[in-house]
Nanobody, 126 residues
Framework: QVQLVESGGGLVQAGDSLRLSCVAS????????LGWFRQPPGKEREFVAA????????YNADSVKGRFTISRDNAKRTVYLQMNALGPEDTAVYYC???????????????????WGQGTQVTVSS
């Protein structure tokens, strides 16, 4: 069992930056594939970014390329999402998720992930 707890959300202005953190419990953190998703108000949940267990492969949604960076610190059991140049379109509840290292599902497929955090709200004002 893995428990994920996000933090770092808040209310910011357009152009600002935020760094989200997600701390995981469990002794097998280093074997998990980790991702960030978000759900804008009134919309479906969408993929943001994902990182392989050893950080060799990183995946980003087109909408955040060049602005958001996912990283992980296995020693701290933490995955981060550095968000720069935020805009109102980035307003959403952000969730971190963990799944098996290997899967037939794509990194942007929510069904690839077995464990989810409770989410943290990010609101960007214009």
């Amino acid at each position: 069992q893995v428990q994920l707890v996000e933090s770092g959300g808040g209310l910011v202005q357009a152009g600002d930056s935020l760094r989200l953190s997600c701390v995981a419990s469990g002794r097998t953190f280093t074997t998990y594939f980790l991702g960030w998703f978000r759900q804008p108000p009134g919309k479906e949940r969408e993929f943001v970014a994902a990182v392989q267990a050893d950080s060799t492969n990183i995946y980003n949604a087109d909408s955040v390329k060049g602005r958001f960076t996912i990283s992980r610190d296995n020693a701290k059991r933490t995955v981060y999402l550095q968000m720069n140049a935020l805009g109102p379109e980035d307003t959403a509840v952000y969730y971190c998720a963990a799944g098996p290292m290997f899967s037939n599902r794509r990194p942007d497929d929510a069904d690839r992930y077995n464990y989810w955090g409770q989410g943290t709200q990010v609101t960007v004002s214009s």
